[in-house]
């Protein structure tokens, strides 16, 4: 493997830095690292960088800012021609050296010229294996790779002739061994590497099959098909990455694969490229200023080998009799793109490549760029490709207009990067993308949802919407019911729409800690309908709601508070402010209230719920209650004193009056069509829920 190119050091923190270039004279005073804070107390001194192909080691021990800041200085060094080019973007290693220079100049100096072995130029590697012969390709192998394999030993002619006979050219045939060709791999395996480079990728393929059930993905731990072989040039099975060195299995990401984030730039400034690299398989879409060839060089002198990048290793609309296969592949492949980014929690180091502005394009920090939904910070598909171990695409090496403004918003959004709240679905709301779908799809992998439903063009957006939320954490589901009203009725959750379209939560905490809601059966996971829910939790009632006001009480409570009267024995009337309430509540109706509990006792929301089947709550097999949702409300007890019970419009002793006959079993709700069949004032619901759609309002008591 080549050693890595001439690192930077930076003498001493200031606003204005020194870069030296390590075993040389050469020395500069160049601009301040722009994403870093300007706080000297806490900017480390930097006494070495890393420009190169990464190893185990730097996996677990390199500071990934250390590269950022080498890569800094070396498009200030090559900016200003304190060195040659060819010298700064070099590496060293066993086999000949090729230089790669694409054929028009950009201002990114990391696209001017990489020099070194391994990468081949095109001119080698778009050579035809047809009318090549073994003893050729043996040649050209050991000539790239600074072998000395002879025809004739055991293994070697029988491999050869199977690469050649199974390659469209140099640049596949080279990469599918390259990783073994100089390794003593190849001497123990002989004849037996290209059966088990089929193996491993039939095993990729078997996993897709495995893991896929019905209309979801069993597991979100999926990787890649493909990935792109810088240097081969080549888009190839991701079984040709040697595996990573404790896990072997075909569901691991290979240490050696990095990835590249970009934003897609507007149509008009895009082409439709057809090229070998991918065998010409699909037209790649890239901005029409720059090349592959610019983004290779750029790649390979960041220090990658490999790389997922979504324009040539997902499979891209083409030709109309492929659109079928593109279909189908884009079910397991877009749900898992995030794994490919996010990875497993040892995975957070793995760099990614980021082009804020575009692929390719070079960076630009100004305010203008920000405001474009095109940028990387507004597009949906790059908030599961935000990643604190990014590396800077595009460094021009001048100095970044508002970049400490720009680098600030991208450190908050790295250091977020986990979140699984409500600002999260807030945030990919407020971003934008070509399909609304994509929003739905983006926000499952954000979630870390263990199974995921598969991405389907010609699902409707509400449908897709229904299929998420079986698949949610059972915390982020059951926000979402205690938090927002249904906009349908009869319905425990909004609509995708009017998700979108909410104010601001009713409640701030989440309260999942001890009941959250489930479905009823694992299996619905898999299916094309609605899930059906339930938790286990406390319930009590009969019970009467109606709304107390000035005019109808001597004491001071002030409107919007509610007087419960329970018909369960020993408990009495008495009246609370709800701290949120949103739903529909009928006055002459009778209710059950069933409680859900969080992680403190202060945390609490109550449904109000019409029972539409009780049965025996001794065992938790079955579901003791159906219940259809009317209303939820949010309650905080108060602890005081008794001397300060009428300021705060909640009884201290609710527990004792309202819990103590209560029950526990397993309540389940009906919706939809069942829940205005079951339901015992169809008529009065829909009247008073039209009426709420008419004031734009959340909540009535009618």
């Known amino acids: 493997m080549p050693t890595p190119a001439a690192p930077l050091i930076r ?47 730097w996996m677990l021990y390199r500071d990934q800012r250390e590269w950022r800041r080498s890569a800094w200085g070396l498009a200030q060094i090559a900016l200003l021609g304190a060195a040659a ?65 002879l025809l004739g030993t055991e293994g070697i002619d029988d491999l050869l002739e199977e690469i050649r006979r199974t390659s469209h050219d140099f640049g596949e045939a080279y990469g599918k061994v390259r990783a073994w060709w100089t390794g003593p791999e190849l001497g123990r395996m002989g004849r037996r590497l290209y059966a088990m480079l089929r193996e491993h990728e039939a095993d990729d393929e078997a996993f897709r099959q495995q893991v896929t059930q019905g209309f979801a ?63 010409n398989q699909w037209p790649v879409p890239l901005p029409r200023a720059t090349s592959l060839g610019h983004v290779r060089v750029e790649l390979l002198n960041m220090g990658a080998e490999y790389v997922w990048l979504d324009v040539l290793c997902l499979r891209q609309q083409g030709r109309k009799e492929d659109e079928a296969q593109r279909i189908e592949e884009w079910k397991i492949d877009v749900p898992t793109i995030g794994y490919i980014y996010q990875g497993d929690p040892d995975d957070k180091r793995r760099p990614c490549i980021t082009y804020f502005n575009g692929l390719g394009l070079p960076l630009d920090t100004s305010p203008n760029t920000l405001a474009s939904g095109r940028h990387w910070f507004n597009r949906v598909w790059t908030r599961q490709e935000t990643l604190l171990s990014w590396l800077p695409g595009g460094l021009t090496g001048e ?18 990067a986990d979140a699984q709240s409500e600002g999260l679905a807030k945030e990919l709301m407020g ?101 059906q829910y339930y938790h286990i939790a406390d319930f009590v009632g009969p019970c009467r709601i109606t709304c107390t006001s000035h ?3 001597t004491e001071n409570w002030p409107p919007g508070a509610l007087r419960l009267r329970l018909d369960v024995k020993g408990a009495s009337t008495f009246t609370l402010v709800p701290e949120g309430i949103h739903g529909v509540v009928l006055q002459d109706a009778v209710y059950t209230l069933i409680r859900f509990r969080g992680y403190y006792r202060e945390e609490e929301c109550w449904v109000i719920a019409e029972i539409i089947e009780d049965r025996d709550a001794r065992g938790f097999e079955r579901p003791a209650v159906k219940a259809v949702k009317w209303a939820v409300m949010r309650i905080i007890p108060d602890y005081r004193s008794k001397s300060s019970r009428k300021t705060n419009w909640t009884p201290v002793d609710y527990w004792a009056k309202v819990w103590r006959n209560s029950k526990q079993g397993n309540v389940m709700y009906i919706t939809g069509e069942e829940a205005q069949q079951r339901t015992k004032y169809k008529d009065q619901y829909i009247a008073a829920f039209e009426k709420i759609r008419a004031l734009g309002k959340t909540f009535i008591i009618t």
């Not at 349908?488 to 609509?495: E, G, N, Q, R, Y």
Request: proline share 9%; glycine share 8%; charged share 20%.
């Open 217 to 279: 993905l069993q597991k979100s731990g999926v990787r890649p098909r493909r990935v792109w072989d810088l240097y081969s040039n080549r888009v190839l099975p991701t079984a040709t990455v040697p595996e990573y060195k404790y896990d072997r299995s075909p569901r691991s990401l290979p240490y050696q694969l990095w990835t590249v984030s970009h934003s897609w730039v507007a149509e008009e400034e895009q082409e439709n490229i057809w090229t070998p690299v991918n065998n």
């Open 85 to 149: 080019e060819e010298k700064l973007f070099q590496t060293s290693g066993q086999g000949e050296r090729f230089t790669l220079r694409p054929t028009t100049r950009s201002s990114v100096p990391f696209q001017w010229v990489h020099v070194g072995p391994g990468a081949i130029p095109d001119t080698l590697a778009d050579l035809s294996c047809a009318t090549m012969s073994i003893a050729d390709l043996l040649h050209n192998l050991n000539t790239v790779l600074g072998a000395n394999h």
């Open 399 to 416: 100095p970044l207009t508002d970049g400490e403004e720009f680098f600030s918003r991208l450190r908050a959004l790295t250091e977020q």
């Open 431 to 531: 971003r934008s993308c070509t399909k609304e779908l994509d929003r739905i799809a983006g926000l499952a992998y954000c979630l870390r949802c263990p199974t995921l439903p598969l991405y389907n063009e010609a699902v409707p957006v509400e449908r897709a919407w229904e299929l998420l939320l079986k698949h949610v954490p059972d915390g982020w589901r059951t926000d979402v019911f205690l938090r927002n009203p249904a906009d349908t009725p009869f319905a425990l959750f909004p609509s995708w729409r009017g998700y979108g379209t909410a104010g601001p939560a009713l409640y701030g905490t989440l309260l999942d800690g001890l009941n959250p809601l489930q479905l009823v059966d694992q299996s619905q996971l898999y299916t094309g309908d609605p899930g």
């Open 11 to 57: 003498d001493r923190p200031s606003r204005v830095r020194h870069f030296v270039l390590k075993g040389t004279s050469v020395r500069i005073r160049g601009y301040d690292v722009p994403w870093e804070k300007n706080d000297v107390g806490k900017i480390p001194v930097f006494y070495g960088g890393l420009l190169g192909p990464p190893t185990e080691s």
């Open 551 to 553: 005019s109808t009480t």
